[in-house]
Every structure is written in structure tokens, then in C-alpha cells.
């Protein structure tokens, strides 16, 4: 910063730190440098793309108003992607190149990844550790429950790490193998082996470390494993059910090792991410699937993106065994043991529900009235409507104070843009199908 105006990102600094949560604060704005400051911009450094856009899409007003304050004059931002050094060369005693040894599902792949609210944070930063491995976020560890997509994101980011690095030596393997192969190295006496093939490679991918619990010796070997590769600057990446503190008698030093970096949760999707997952993972079977098709299967699994593949294979399966066309009564039919019976939805019920919600008179859905605290609502019932029951959009309208298709349509598509920007309609509709199907 020599020749800038002293002070300014520091005073800046000093404004985010106490305008934003600590988490956000470490992770988004430690990692930046400033490079000059004048009377018009201030450049900032940043080690990715990614980790820019991040930035100008959640912080940028902000930002703009901690650089302001500092000292009063408008500046422009201005960022300028710096990945930060390299690795240095490994000597030359390294280890043969291992990566050919990775069994990695060719299917997961960022390009098949289905971005949504809830793991958002999570891809963005899978993506910039194979921009900028070992800088940046290290370790990147990814909490979330079973079947959300987190080895999906593992093997994607180390898919993506040897096409940027063909020469990197990169382990992926899930914890119990881990596990299972240090105590096999114990038993054969050959624990340099172990050591020398986990303490010299690039990248470490593991899924499931919260296997580490309660195997005091594992964790231990683990815990000067994750030094050794830390302190040289090559990548680590970890899965988990759970965030670090969570997992059981994982010992506190561990803990404390697995937050240095960044730990981004993985959120269970939303219903319109579960009907990307569902279109996506249909297509790449060959085989898609009708909208009421999809829809349905999304109404009814809400947390478990492997429950959401079984019930594609399930559907597709069932028609190609039938061999007729794919329809919403042959789904149901095909997965008439998969779900516990619920009501079906008729539209009496989305109109009772959508008001109680909203707290407003029934006649009022109905009536004529334009004001927004109705017409919301009213598109809201429609738009559950048109996705819960199987009446055309002349009948929704009829039902919705005699309305024409076209303003069924005009509705249907104003909600269905809401649900891409506004996590309050998300929440809306997510409660409100739970509490239509009875499963509130």
C-alpha cells in the first residue's frame, strides 16, 4: 500500500468486523489484500474468481459503505485476482505419482452438480480450492447430513483438481478406509509406507471423517498427517454428518484443526433444487421425466438426494418393464411402497390452508380485491395449485374467483421467479405443501 492514504482498508476492516457475523468476517475478508488506495479507487487482491464473485454478489454494499466511512471520500472497489504462490517444487525423494489409483464416479462432476440455496456456499468454495488448493481454504470441511450431495462435491472437486493439476498426486478415499488401512499398516509393521503414502501427496479428499470418532490411535495418526500436509500447503478436503465440535469424542486439538479453514454446511434442498436434482439425474439416464412426474417425486422426498435417485431408477425401471410412456399415475404406481400414504390435494385444501397461513378471510382469495396482501396469497394458491392437484389452468382460475387461464399463467410464473431470489417464498411454500399433504 505505499503512497496510499494510511489507514483506510485497516478502518474498513474495523467497520466489517463489526457489522458482520465473525464467521462471515474471517472467512470472506482476512483473506484480502489491499494493493493502493487513491482519491478515486481502492484495489483490492483477491486469490480467485470465484472467491470475487462471492464477494460483489453478498458483501458488495457493504463493502462499499466500510470503504466510505474510513475516511469519508467515495471510492470505487476494485479487485484484482492474485492466486497466491505456488506450492515450491516436492523433492526430489517424492513418492511416485499416485492419482491413478482414485476411483472417482465420472458422474460427479461440477458440470452435473445441481446449485441451490442450500449448498451454495459449499460448491463456490469446492470450486476455489481447485483454483488456489492449499491457500486460501485449508481444510475445507463440508458438514451436512446423509445423502445431500457431499460426496458428490468431494469427488467433483478432486475431478476438477487433476484436470487443473494432470501431475498432482491426489488421495481420495473415504474415512474407514483410512481407518482400515492404518490398522492394517500396524498389524504388518509398515506404518512408513502408510505415512509416506499420506504425508506426500497434493490433495487429500476424505469423506466421512466423523468415522475418526472414538478411535483414539487413528485420530492421532490423523492429527500429525493433517500437520504435515497443512503446513506444506497442499489441499485438504473433509466430509462429515456433522460440524467439527458435533462429532463425538474427536479429540479437541482435531476440532480446532478442522475449523482453521472454512467449514460450509450443506443445507437439505429446497423443493425447486430438488426438482433441478431430479430433472438433472433423469436426463443423465437417458430418460426424463414429465413435470407432474418430477414434482411429485419432489413433493414427497424432502431431505435425501439419494432417496430422489432411487425413486427415478424406480420410475424408469417400472416403464421400461411395462413399456408404456412414463405418466404421473404409472410414478405413482411405480412407488407405491416407497412413501406412506398421504391425503391427496384437492384445491379446497391449498384455499384453506394459503389463508389460514396468511391469516386472511377465505372470501378474500377469492374476491376481486387488488391489494397486495391478497393478490400475493392468491397467486401463491394458484401457483400450489397448478403444482399439487391435476386441474388445468382454466379450472384454477375458475376456482380462484373466475380468473382466465392467462392470469393463472401470469401468477404461476411470478411465484416460480420469487422462488429463485427470495428465501421467504422458498420458506412460504415449503410450509405450506407440508402442511397441504399433512405432513405439517
Known amino acids: 500500500m505505499e503512497g496510499s492514504p494510511p489507514g483506510v482498508w485497516e478502518r474498513a476492516l474495523e467497520f466489517l468486523e463489526q457489522k458482520l457475523r465473525p464467521s462471515q468476517f474471517h472467512t470472506w475478508f482476512q483473506a484480502i489484500d489491499c494493493l493502493e488506495v487513491d482519491d478515486r479507487s481502492i484495489y483490492l487482491a483477491v486469490p480467485s474468481r470465484s472467491f470475487r464473485d ?11 459503505e466500510a470503504v466510505r466511512r474510513s475516511d469519508g471520500v467515495e471510492r470505487s472497489v476494485e479487485f484484482v485476482v492474485r ?33 441451490g440455496p442450500s449448498n451454495r456456499l459449499a460448491h463456490a468454495a469446492a470450486v476455489a480450492v481447485t483454483e488456489s488448493p492449499g491457500t486460501g ?29 494432470p501431475d498432482a498426486n491426489l488421495v481420495y478415499l473415504s474415512c474407514e478406509a483410512f481407518v482400515n488401512q492404518f490398522i492394517s499398516a500396524v498389524a504388518k509393521g509398515d506404518l512408513e509406507s ?3 503414502r499420506f504425508r506426500h501427496v497434493d490433495f487429500l479428499f476424505i469423506d466421512d471423517i466423523h468415522f475418526l470418532a472414538r478411535k483414539d490411535r487413528t ?27 458435533e462429532i463425538p469424542t474427536l479429540e479437541e486439538r482435531l476440532v480446532s484443526r478442522f475449523k482453521w479453514g472454512l467449514v460450509a454446511r450443506v443445507e437439505p434442498p ?42 427415478i431408477n424406480k420410475i424408469q425401471g417400472y416403464a421400461a418393464l411395462v413399456q408404456k410412456p ?13 412413501f406412506a400414504p398421504a391425503r391427496e390435494a384437492t384445491i379446497a385444501d391449498i384455499h384453506n390452508e394459503v389463508t389460514n397461513y396468511f391469516d386472511l378471510k377465505p372470501a378474500d382469495v377469492l374476491s376481486r380485491k387488488r391489494s ?48 429463485d431470489s427470495d428465501p421467504l417464498t422458498q420458506e412460504t411454500l415449503e410450509s405450506l405443501r407440508k402442511k397441504i399433504l399433512g405432513n405439517a
Do not use: C
Open 270 to 311: 429446497s423443493f425447486e433444487t430438488r426438482m433441478a436434482i431430479i430433472h438433472s439425474k433423469a436426463k443423465l439416464r437417458g430418460r426424463e421425466l414429465p413435470q407432474s412426474v418430477t414434482e411429485y417425486i419432489a413433493s414427497r422426498i424432502e431431505t435425501n438426494i439419494r432417496e430422489l435417485e432411487g425413486a
Open 326 to 338: 412414463i405418466s404421473l399415475g404409472m410414478a405413482k404406481e411405480a412407488l407405491r411402497d416407497s
Open 372 to 419: 397486495k396482501s391478497i393478490v400475493f396469497p392468491r397467486q401463491i394458491g394458484m401457483y400450489l395449485a397448478r403444482e399439487l392437484t391435476g386441474l388445468s389452468l382454466n379450472q384454477i382460475g375458475e376456482y380462484f374467483g373466475g380468473r382466465d387461464h392467462s392470469t393463472v399463467l401470469y401468477s404461476t410464473d411470478k411465484i416460480r421467479r420469487l422462488l
Open 219 to 245: 485420530q492421532e495418526e490423523f492429527f500429525h498427517t493433517f500437520n504435515t500436509l497443512y503446513n506444506a500447503q497442499r489441499q485438504i478436503v473433509l466430509s462429515s454428518d456433522s460440524p467439527p465440535k
Open 83 to 115: 492466486p497466491l504462490p505456488k506450492v515450491p517444487p516436492r523433492p526430489p525423494e517424492a513418492p511416485p505419482k499416485i492419482h491413478n489409483q482414485v476411483l472417482l464416479n465420472p458422474l460427479y462432476t461440477f458440470e452435473n452438480f445441481v446449485v
Open 137 to 165: 481454504y485449508n481444510p475445507l470441511f463440508l458438514p451436512g447430513a446423509a445423502g445431500l450431495g457431499k460426496t458428490h462435491l468431494l469427488q467433483a472437486a478432486a475431478h476438477a483438481a487433476l484436470v487443473a493439476r
Open 194 to 196: 502408510f505415512r509416506y
Open 54 to 64: 462471492w464477494i460483489l454478489k453478498n458483501y458488495r454494499d457493504v463493502l462499499q
